[in-house]
């Protein structure tokens, strides 16, 4: 399993940075809310990506998508 993300574009760097800030951030935001010791508590201990562009097979084809 890969643990890094050199083999994707600069921009799928970028957009998946975004996606991890924006996850985080929400999440701090529901245990912020939660009533219950055990709620207040969670966190996330991993982000995992699985499919064609962690395998490295994805194709850029915009028109046929």
């Known amino acids: 399993m890969k643990n890094n993300l050199d083999h994707l574009s600069g921009r799928k760097q ?3 940075a975004r996606i991890v800030e ?3 951030a929400e999440f701090e935001d529901t245990t912020a809310l939660a009533t219950q010791k055990w709620k207040k508590q ?3 201990l991993k982000v995992t990506l699985y499919g064609n562009h962690v395998r490295g ?3 850029a084809d915009p ?3």
Request: proline share 0%.
């Open 42 to 44: 969670g966190r996330i």
């Open 14 to 16: 970028q957009d998946l």
């Open 63 to 65: 028109v046929g998508g």
């Open 57 to 59: 097979d994805w194709v």
């Open 22 to 24: 924006i996850l985080f």
